[in-house]
């Protein structure tokens, strides 16, 4: 169907000109020093006396104790006459002496020192001597965990991956990187256990971010929504956390990690659904706890999404099916509402969204202020102003919180948004519709796929063995196989341990 | 030639349970007591058992086939029929299919029309399920079989409401036990049969089956548990209703989730029409499928084509029948040719391949 497709057009290819040093920086050695001197915070100078050694770098990026303690004084000290000279006095690993413009601006651009005999000459020795200003680590704030680790992700990659080695100190850790984005030239790394995961998934992972063409990438979100098998979906298909433990454990199980610099979350994948519901705690606690936990994640979010469309669909549609002693509570609050339920739901769920939205926005301090002021002030007040009933303002805010019970904050916006979809469906058709809506997203999730892998998958495709840990987690002696979904090279996690003493009435 | 689906495209082997069992749990289950109490009367839980033993026959005819051919039921019918005859044949069945379907919609959509919504805009509904139909179809079989799944998973908790009306059941209905006659307890299995057709759509998913050997256990099994279900729903509704009462029954089913009483709901009638929608997409999604596929292999179009083309047509019927009177009449005229189409060309066939086969192989 022609119709259905849209025509794929292939802009010719044109030669981007504003950003030239993708391939070529410069034409010479002369522009790009000149394109360097154009910014104010990139020093050359002449060292030790005039025309001696010219030493270059960009201030604002270059460590300046290392430049002076480590650098300079060989200089003076040593009196070499060749760059080669310079490179053994100087020490510091990874020192090269390129005239390659290409491999001089990166070095440059990522903090290296340039030192040259002649300023004319484009030989160049470049230092590494990169500072970086880091955070410190601290606790993780949006999965946050009564007990367990407190140590969360940070901006620098460097750091994500010692907080994530220091964990599984194997060498069969391993990791690729890649470079993308065309201004950003952001550091991605891509991180497996060698002889557990799956190659496929770790090609399917690199194939897809060297394909991305994008000018900065800011964050691992871009990444996430780049990569993603349906980018079409409000579903995200990978999960992103800012725990190590997390992120480790994940890559025992055999998942792929990607580490974005300058993000402080990481991804893994392939997930399902149910990883969404997953908090890392329930591994902290005993397994019945952590299964119940998860059931009422579970309920928490189907509750969240259907209650105020059904709220919708019954009072609309099929109010003799409310039982006779719930019917005076129900007339006595929605009696005064002069609106019909759809629209008192709109203005309800719309009203919770803005404080969301305006909380979210907010700094903490006021933001506490905005969700008192919203939540009892308004509330209270749109009741006994007869705008809404005291039923809905209870179910939505109820829903609201259920919507918070998601580990993981991606779906929790899904959430969110799909109960409007609900909602105007079951004013279309009651119940009906809420019936057919939730049909329309059965299918898409039936659809929908992560990296590959079926979304819904311990459901469908059935796989028996690894409902252990999803909607309820059993306890770790069971959990003697990988999960089947990772399709892990290596499945086994222990040896089953032999049968431990029987008691006397057994004998 | 025929090329078969790849190994991706594939379902498990034990999916040929719910695959069977789905296809053959569906509208009528709502319904089927008074048409089957017609003949019988309260025997005819006797007339499900052998009819629900018939079907495991034909399954097991219909299997023996697919084994020798490894694709479906076009290549039986070329193989055997050549080209245009078998292509007839084959035609035959796709229209055969897209009935079946016209007849699952349409019923469902009357039910909601009777039960929740009677002055609802049909035509508007139907084009509603129609893009629900498409966008499940359009994911390929394995979505198809995916929601079959989780329609089972959703809808066999509503088989515990059985026990509201256990409580008023009276099982002294059933007896005298056995008074008919054998004519009257076969003229009753004739009138089970529609409840247990879609089966047959499994000459046309068979390639889909990954280790079709294995699969024929499971659609056995998935027969067996229909069996089981419309074998407890009848003695369910046989104590509950007394035969007089049970002839006035359209839908007897539907009418015993008016005593549903849980403390938050009541008349559960609607709650459950709108879950049954989960029992009958599925269904659709599965002949619509079935008759898609066909089109596309007898006609080399692209399989989204033949949806496209099927799915109209099916909704532009859908939209003839508009009374209760033509709406039985399909259902009637669907289970007659349905009857014969199950449970005489079918084995025909069978009895027909068998000698082929075993002619073609001496003769080489």
């Known amino acids: 169907m022609k119709f259905f497709k849209s025509e794929k057009k292939v802009p010719p290819l044109q030669h981007d000109t504003s950003i030239p040093y993708a391939e070529v920086p410069a034409k010479d050695f002369e522009e790009l020093f000149k394109k360097f001197k154009a910014s104010a915070d990139f020093l050359s100078f002449q060292y030790p006396s005039e025309a001696a050694f010219t030493v270059s770098y960009f201030k604002s990026i270059v460590g300046p104790d290392q430049v002076h303690q480590e650098i300079l004084p060989v200089l003076t000290q040593q009196h070499p006459s060749t760059l080669e000279e310079v490179k053994n006095g100087i020490p510091v690993e990874n020192i090269i002496i390129s005239n390659d413009l290409k491999v001089i601006q990166d070095a440059v651009m990522t903090g290296s020192v340039i030192i040259q005999i002649n300023p004319d000459n484009s030989h160049c020795l470049l230092v590494p001597c990169a500072s970086s200003e880091k955070r410190q680590i601290s606790i993780p704030e949006t999965e946050f965990s009564v007990v367990g680790p407190k140590e969360a992700f940070v901006e620098s990659i460097e750091t994500n991956i010692n907080l994530i080695r220091k964990r599984l100190p194997v060498p069969e850790l391993q990791m690729k990187e890649i470079k993308v984005g065309r201004i950003s030239q952001t550091r991605i790394a891509v991180l497996y256990i060698d002889g557990i995961v799956d190659q496929e998934n770790v090609q399917t992972v690199i194939q897809r971010i060297s394909d991305i063409d994008y000018d900065a990438i800011v964050d691992i979100s871009f990444i996430a929504q780049m990569i993603a098998d349906n980018q079409n979906s409000v579903f995200p298909q990978f999960i992103d956390t800012e725990r190590p433990d997390r992120a480790a454990s994940g890559l025992s199980e055999g998942k792929v990690v990607i580490i974005v610099d300058g993000s402080p979350q990481i991804l893994t994948g392939p997930t399902t659904i149910t990883n969404f519901f997953t908090a890392f705690d329930d591994y902290f606690v005993t397994w019945h706890i952590a299964s119940v936990f998860r059931l009422i994640r579970v309920f928490a979010v189907l509750f969240s999404i259907m209650s105020t469309a059904i709220y919708v669909a019954v009072t609309t549609y099929h109010y003799q099916s409310i039982p006779a002693d719930l019917l005076p509570t129900l007339i006595a609050s929605r009696g005064a509402v002069p609106f019909p339920p759809i629209l008192e739901a709109l203005v309800l769920e719309g009203t919770i969204e803005l404080l969301r939205e305006a909380g979210a926005r907010l700094p903490t301090k006021v933001g506490q202020t905005i969700g008192i002021v919203g939540g009892i002030v308004i509330g209270t007040a749109a009741v006994q102003a007869g705008f809404v009933s005291n039923v809905l303002l209870m179910l939505t805010a109820l829903a609201a919180l259920a919507s918070f019970t998601t580990p993981i904050y991606q779906i929790s916006n899904t959430i969110r948004i799909i109960r409007f979809p609900f909602l105007l469906s079951a004013q279309l058709y009651g119940l009906l519709g809420v019936a057919i809506c939730a049909a329309f997203f059965v299918c898409h999730l039936l659809k929908l796929t992560s990296l590959g892998r079926p979304y819904l998958e311990p459901i469908f495709p059935l796989r028996v063995k690894d409902l252990k840990d999803s909607f309820i987690r059993l306890p770790f002696s069971s959990q003697t196989q990988r999960p089947e979904i990772l399709r892990t090279e290596y499945s086994s996690r222990m040896q089953p341990k032999p049968k431990e003493d029987s008691r006397d009435i057994d004998e | ?364």
């Not at chain 2, 995916?146 to 509503?158: D, S, T, V």
């Open chain 2, 1 to 364: 030639m025929d090329n078969l689906p790849k190994k991706n495209r594939k379902v498990s082997s034990f999916f040929a349970m719910f695959l069977v069992h789905k296809m053959q749990i569906g509208v009528g289950l709502l319904g089927f007591e008074r048409v089957i109490a017609k003949n019988a009367g309260y025997d005819a839980w006797v007339s499900i058992l052998i009819t629900g033993f018939c079907v495991n026959i034909v399954i097991w005819m219909s299997f023996r086939m697919l084994h020798k051919d490894g694709n479906d039921l076009i290549s039986i019918h070329k193989h055997l029929f050549g080209k245009w005859v078998g292509g007839g044949l084959s035609l035959y069945f796709i229209v055969y299919f897209v009935f079946l379907t016209i007849t699952i919609l349409r019923t469902y959509t009357e039910v909601i029309q009777i039960w929740l919504f009677p002055g609802i805009n049909v035509p508007v509904l139907l084009i509603i399920f129609g893009l629900l139909v498409y966008s499940c179809v359009a994911g390929g079989f394995r979505i198809v079989a995916g929601i079959a799944f989780i329609g089972l998973l959703i809808g066999m908790p509503l088989l515990l409401l059985k026990y509201f009306p256990l409580q008023y059941a009276n099982f002294s209905n059933l007896s005298p036990v056995l008074d008919h006659s054998v004519k009257d307890l076969l003229l009753s299995a004739k009138a089970v049969t529609l409840n247990f057709l879609g089966f047959e759509l499994l000459l046309m998913y068979y390639p889909f089956l990954d280790e079709p050997r294995k699969a024929e256990k499971w659609a056995q099994i998935g027969t067996i548990f229909t069996t089981a279900v419309y074998l407890f729903s009848a003695f369910v509704s046989f104590a509950y209703y007394t035969q007089e009462e049970l002839a006035h029954s359209i839908w007897a089913t539907l009418t015993m989730w008016k005593i549903v009483d849980l403390p938050f709901v009541e008349r559960f009638e609607y709650v459950g029409v709108s879950i049954w929608l989960f029992e009958i997409i599925p269904n659709v999604c599965l002949g619509v499928w079935a008759a898609s596929r066909g089109v596309k292999r007898l006609f080399a179009v692209n399989q989204r084509k033949s949806l496209l083309f099927l799915l109209f047509i099916i909704i532009l019927s859908c939209m003839l029948f508009q009374t209760r009177q033509g709406i039985d009449q399909l259902n009637t005229i669907v289970s007659q040719v349905g009857f014969w189409t199950v449970f005489i060309y079918i084995p025909a066939l069978f009895v027909y391949y068998m000698i082929v086969d075993k002619v073609r192989k001496r003769s080489k």
